[in-house]
């Protein structure tokens, strides 16, 4: 089965990953500060912190943020359910805005949300596809409010010739296996604000500063959340492929593209004018018309070996959300949900590959053209 995603890994990463394994420091050794420095070269910002997940550091980024209990975060429901729990964790509410029909917040909605409470707005560049940062930042500096960008999805898509995460107070990347560039499992925070930077470094290592020789003081509260050593040399040999990575990315998004130009029983969702997405996922929105539910769409891809996903179920939708807050209906959302499929798309993927992908949707979705029934 062709993966919606995947990491790809050469000698090189291994090499490396075992070089570190065979030193005399598996954590709190250089290798994580020269993942930092490279992160920071390639972005443009001044500070990276890494941690060992991006739920982690969505954590980090809400706490020195200084988002406490009955705070509200203005943010989007497209998205992992770690964006949103970690509000929780910290007493503070999510507010839901919904979004377009590319996944994406929907700005026009931003300011009839904000509240006296209102905190940050959190928007989440969803499959990598930029948001409308711009305008977003005007909304939150008319309402001196933070931006805290989630773009676990988006590390190395750009606006206007700049990369993401130079854009907001703070910028979160995820580099789990399946996102383009992978540490296994890790995350990272990249900002300009000198204060934030040092906070965040305490935050992810118990709020521990060392002295002299053995001496060391505790001055916050903080967690382990660091990465480790064989961890940040992986991310640092992947990074010097990661144009590359996301070149092969976009020809397989730029072939499907062309393949599904004007169809009308799903849409696709396209980088806007001016700007790069990582193409993370290449997410497709099929008509409500279908003369089937998406499941039986699903399960078809998958019994003939194209490893779809959903991305994703409303955070509003789990149940645990339902607990908390009681039934939450966003219409664009809720669409966007029932007709969401991410079809593969990475870095590991032939022409071949991406031919037998688009041959064998195009097979299953024409079978189940207009028939009076819908979802």
């Not at 988006?154 to 399946?178: L, N, P, Q, R, Y």
């Not at 993370?280 to 996903?309: M, R, T, W």
Request: proline letters at 3%; hydrophobic letters at 40%; a negative charge.
């Amino acid at each position: 089965m062709i993966p919606y995603s995947r990491q790809s890994i050469n000698q090189e990463d291994i090499d490396e990953v075992i070089r570190v394994l065979q030193s005399s420091h598996l954590t709190q050794g250089a290798e994580v500060e020269l993942f930092e420095n490279a992160i920071c070269e390639y972005i443009g910002c001044r500070y990276a912190v890494t941690f060992n997940s991006a739920t982690s550091a969505l954590l980090a980024a809400y706490s020195v943020a200084g988002i406490k209990e009955d705070d509200e975060i203005i943010t989007s429901p497209i998205s992992f359910v770690a964006t949103s729990n970690m509000f929780i964790s910290l007493g503070a509410k999510p507010v839901w805005c919904d979004v377009k029909l590319d996944g994406n917040i929907d700005e026009r909605f931003i300011e009839r949300l904000i509240t006296p409470k209102t905190k940050a707005i959190v928007p989440v560049d969803f499959a990598g596809k930029p948001v409308e940062i711009q305008k977003i930042n005007e909304i939150a500096k008319k309402h001196d409010l933070l931006v805290i960008q989630d773009s676990s999805h988006a590390f190395g898509s750009e606006v206007e010739g700049k990369k993401i995460g130079t854009f907001s107070d703070m910028t979160i990347f995820s580099f789990h296996a399946i996102k383009p560039l992978t540490t296994g499992e890790g995350g990272c925070i990249v900002t300009d604000n000198e204060e934030f930077a040092q906070s965040l470094k305490l935050f992810r290592s118990h709020g521990i500063v060392k002295k002299q020789y053995w001496n060391s003081d505790m001055i916050a509260l903080g967690h382990n959340f660091r990465l480790t050593e064989f961890a940040a040399v992986l991310g640092r040999s992947q990074l010097k492929r990661i144009d590359e990575f996301l070149e092969k990315r976009e020809v397989i998004a730029n072939y499907y593209d062309e393949r599904f130009q004007g169809h009308n029983l799903f849409t696709t969702v396209k980088p806007d004018m001016n700007t790069r997405s990582s193409r993370h996922l290449y997410p497709i929105v099929l008509s409500p018309a279908l003369a089937c539910p998406k499941e039986n769409i699903f399960a078809e891809l998958q019994d003939k070996g194209v490893g779809v996903q959903v991305h994703y179920k409303p955070i509003y939708q789990n149940s645990f959300y339902k607990k908390m807050f009681g039934e939450t209906h966003l219409h664009v959302s809720d669409d966007f949900y029932r007709c969401e499929l991410s079809i593969p798309c990475h870095q590991e993927m032939s022409h071949e590959d991406a031919k037998f992908v688009a041959d064998t949707f195009l097979e299953v979705i024409e079978k189940y053209s207009y028939r009076g029934c819908s979802f």
